[in-house]
């Protein structure tokens, strides 16, 4: 062996290409096999839960204080700017993750840049001061735009063209959320809405020529893991909330139909998630894009429903100053919210017949009813749930028993 082609010689270019430390970044094939979530790309899920958790904890706290308003118009901002930088490197990531060393900076400094933003998510509830969440936001979108800046340097034609248009409406983005830095109050969720709906439009401006090579299996895998993350920050979240109340009020007769309750209510939402695989349906562009911009509600309602269940604890135990019926509906709500859009993106495309059609908006009315059940409210959704899942479960096998039959 010559010692140009020795990889002991430390000469990248003597390096097979996939242990080179920089490669030309490329797409990659829509048909790859075996594509699944990377351990950066796991990483970097778990680093923005840290995010979602302390804009969880927060509105816990100004929803328990008698703010719900100004508590859930804070958080549907803050979880915008979240979901939104997570959804966009993921969509990347699909189609251009190259694993390379500066494929991998870009992607470490976008998680410093949802560190930054978890740092600021308090002053945003406690002061309106939205300066450390912006600054973590742009953060992690400029490490993004230079991403497809990569991908610009590497490219020709219409693919290239996509790459320069990504970057440019990123960037021009950034210079137009300064104005919610310094809009006053009362029109700060007004330009808000307005930055959020130019950042939806770059990505069908940007690929109205070519399409991004992304994986369908791959990306349905992304979504899946980042549910079961948000779910499982939902169980930790009412956990903490039930072991508190027991520990300080001495509440365990109290508590346990709320510990119950919720348990089945977060089992229910992720069997029913995943209850068939949804990467066959993300044939087209159009309906991945539904798809995946529906996964905010998804993913919000989800962990909403973690932050409900410890509203209804402390309400429970006295910590709390709003209705016993206020705080069962921060449960209820996000719960029936989660029913009804999980069927609307995903499980009415697997299911025929009207009786198997309306098992979950059906289930998500049931667990709205439940909010007036008083202190029974948060078991009785939970029981709901599972009902939902027992039917659901019973006319999945009697139907495949049937075409069995008749094949």
Same mark, same amino acid.
């Given at each position: 062996?010559?010692?140009?082609?020795?990889?002991?010689?430390?000469?990248?270019?003597?390096?097979?290409?996939?242990?080179?430390?920089?490669?030309?970044?490329?797409?990659?094939?829509?048909?790859?096999?075996?594509?699944?979530?990377?351990?950066?790309?796991?990483?970097?899920?778990? *680093?923005?839960?840290?995010?979602?958790?302390?804009?969880?904890?927060?509105?816990?706290?100004?929803? +328990?204080?008698?703010?719900?308003? &100004?508590?859930?118009?804070?958080?549907?901002?803050?979880?915008?700017?979240?979901?939104?930088?997570? @959804?966009?490197?993921?969509?990347?990531?699909?189609?251009?993750? $190259?694993?390379?060393?500066?494929?991998?900076?870009?992607?470490?400094?976008?998680?410093? %840049?949802?560190?930054?933003? +978890?740092?600021?998510?308090?002053?945003?509830?406690? &002061?309106?001061?939205?300066?450390?969440?912006?600054?973590?936001? !742009?953060?992690?979108?400029?490490?993004?735009?230079?991403?497809?800046?990569?991908?610009?340097?590497? /490219? /020709?034609?219409?693919?290239?063209?996509?790459?320069?248009?990504?970057? %440019?409406?990123?960037?021009?983005?950034?210079?137009?959320?300064?104005?919610?830095?310094?809009?006053?109050?009362?029109?700060?969720?007004?330009?808000?809405?307005? @930055?959020?709906?130019?950042? =939806?439009?770059?990505?069908?401006?940007?690929?109205?020529?070519?399409?991004?090579?992304?994986?369908?299996?791959?990306?349905?895998?992304?979504?899946?893991?980042?549910?079961?993350?948000?779910?499982?920050?939902?169980?930790?979240? !009412? /956990?903490?909330?039930?072991?508190?109340?027991? &520990?300080? $009020?001495?509440?365990?007769?109290?508590?346990?139909?709320?510990?119950?309750?919720?348990?089945?209510?977060?089992?229910?939402?992720?069997?029913? *998630?995943?209850?068939?695989?949804?990467?066959?349906?993300?044939?087209?562009?159009?309906?991945?894009?539904?798809?995946?911009?529906?996964?905010?509600? =998804?993913?919000?309602? +989800?962990?909403?429903?973690?932050?409900? =269940?410890?509203?209804?604890?402390?309400?429970?135990?006295?910590?709390?100053?709003?209705?016993?019926?206020?705080? $069962?509906?921060?449960?209820?709500?996000?719960?029936?919210?989660?029913?009804?859009?999980?069927?609307?993106?995903?499980?009415?495309?697997?299911?025929? %017949?009207?009786?198997?059609?309306?098992?979950?908006?059906?289930?998500?009315?049931? =667990?709205?009813?439940?909010?007036?059940?008083?202190?029974?409210?948060?078991?009785?959704?939970?029981?709901?749930?599972?009902?939902?899942?027992?039917?659901?479960?019973?006319?999945?096998?009697?139907? !495949?028993?049937?075409?069995?039959?008749?094949?």
């Amino acid at each position: 062996m010559t010692s140009g082609s020795d990889p002991a010689s430390g000469a990248s270019g003597s390096l097979p290409p996939q242990l080179r430390p920089v490669r030309r970044i490329s797409a990659r094939r829509r048909d790859e096999s075996h594509r699944v979530a990377s351990p950066l790309e796991l990483f970097f899920d778990l *680093c923005f839960v840290v995010a979602i958790a302390q804009a969880g904890g927060q509105v816990v706290r100004v929803i +328990a204080d008698g703010r719900a308003g &100004e508590g859930l118009l804070d958080y549907a901002m803050i979880f915008f700017s979240i979901w939104w930088a997570w @959804m966009q490197f993921s969509w990347f990531a699909s189609a251009y993750d $190259n694993d390379d060393v500066l494929y991998r900076l870009a992607t470490l400094v976008q998680i410093a %840049g949802v560190l930054v933003l +978890a740092a600021g998510v308090s002053r945003v509830f406690a &002061e309106h001061d939205f300066l450390a969440v912006r600054l973590g936001y !742009a953060v992690m979108r400029l490490a993004l735009t230079a991403q497809w800046l990569r991908v610009a340097g590497a /490219t /020709t034609g219409t693919e290239r063209g996509m790459a320069l248009r990504y970057a %440019g409406g990123v960037l021009l983005c950034q210079a137009g959320w300064l104005g919610v830095l310094v809009s006053p109050g009362p029109v700060r969720p007004w330009v808000f809405l307005a @930055m959020a709906i130019a950042e =939806i439009c770059v990505s069908p401006y940007a690929e109205r020529r070519v399409k991004s090579s992304w994986h369908p299996h791959h990306i349905s895998e992304r979504y899946g893991l980042f549910t079961i993350i948000v779910l499982s920050e939902s169980v930790a979240a !009412a /956990t903490a909330a039930v072991k508190s109340g027991i &520990e300080e $009020n001495d509440a365990l007769a109290e508590l346990l139909p709320y510990a119950a309750g919720g348990l089945l209510l977060v089992f229910a939402a992720w069997w029913i *998630c995943f209850a068939v695989p949804i990467h066959g349906h993300l044939r087209s562009r159009r309906q991945a894009f539904v798809w995946g911009y529906g996964h905010y509600v =998804i993913f919000a309602s +989800a962990a909403a429903l973690g932050a409900g =269940i410890e509203i209804a604890v402390r309400k429970e135990v006295g910590h709390a100053d709003l209705s016993r019926l206020a705080a $069962n509906a921060t449960v209820t709500v996000p719960m029936a919210v989660y029913l009804v859009t999980v069927w609307a993106l995903h499980s009415r495309f697997f299911t025929a %017949g009207v009786i198997r059609q309306l098992v979950l908006p059906g289930s998500a009315g049931a =667990i709205l009813a439940c909010t007036f059940a008083g202190h029974w409210s948060i078991l009785a959704a939970g029981l709901v749930a599972a009902l939902t899942v027992a039917t659901g479960t019973a006319l999945t096998v009697r139907t !495949a028993a049937r075409e069995a039959r008749t094949a």
